[in-house]
């Protein structure tokens, strides 16, 4: 009975850092999934990187952005992309 005792705190201290730093995390990586998934030809985006650039194709790992007004084209990997920026 007592090493029970010993091993609560322990216990506890896993389930307080599970709740505040692991499932926030897994919260947002879900998040960040469907975002990548629901990306579509036309969107106003922003890279990881900092790059913003309007979505000119997507297929199923790689999107390409017009990245300024001359039609300079990059291509990334979709998990490269932060955020759909508001239109």
């Known amino acids: 009975m007592s090493s029970l005792i010993s091993l609560l705190p322990l216990i506890l201290l896993f389930v307080v850092m599970w709740f505040f ?3 926030p995390q897994q919260k947002r990586a879900k998040e960040h999934r469907e975002m990548v998934e629901q990306l579509q030809s036309g969107q106003r985006v922003t890279t990881i ?3 913003k650039g309007t979505v000119r ?3 199923e790992t790689t999107a390409v952005l017009t990245v300024n ?3 300079t084209e990059m291509t990334f990997e979709k998990q490269a992309i932060k ?3 508001p239109s």
Do not use: E, L, S
Request: charged residues 25%; glycine residues 26%; without cysteine.
């Open 21 to 23: 730093m692991i499932r």
């Open 49 to 51: 990187g900092g790059i």
């Open 57 to 59: 194709a997507v297929d």
């Open 69 to 71: 007004g001359k039609g």
């Open 83 to 85: 955020q759909v920026d």
